[in-house]
């Protein structure tokens, strides 16, 4: 797995988001703030549609295989 910081690039990915070293969901990154910022995990089946910040701690962690085919 590889921290991903470029959070505007991730649209459409498959991530795992984290917040203080704990895995607190697997999603799908619906939007994201052009200054990568923020983004939105998309609603996928008990789970809400979510937003998270970086500035909250969140970090955004994705296979590498999948960040590079997004370059």
Do not use: K, Q
Request: aromatic residues 12%; contains cysteine.
């Amino acid at each position: 797995m590889y921290r991903c910081t470029e959070w505007h690039r991730l649209v459409g990915a498959r991530v795992e988001v984290r917040r203080n070293g704990t895995a607190i969901r697997v999603a799908t990154v619906s939007e994201a703030m052009p200054d990568g910022s923020a983004v939105w995990l998309s609603a996928e089946g008990v789970e809400a549609r979510m937003f998270i910040d970086a500035y909250s701690g969140y970090e955004i962690w994705v296979e590498d295989r999948v960040f590079f085919s997004l370059v």
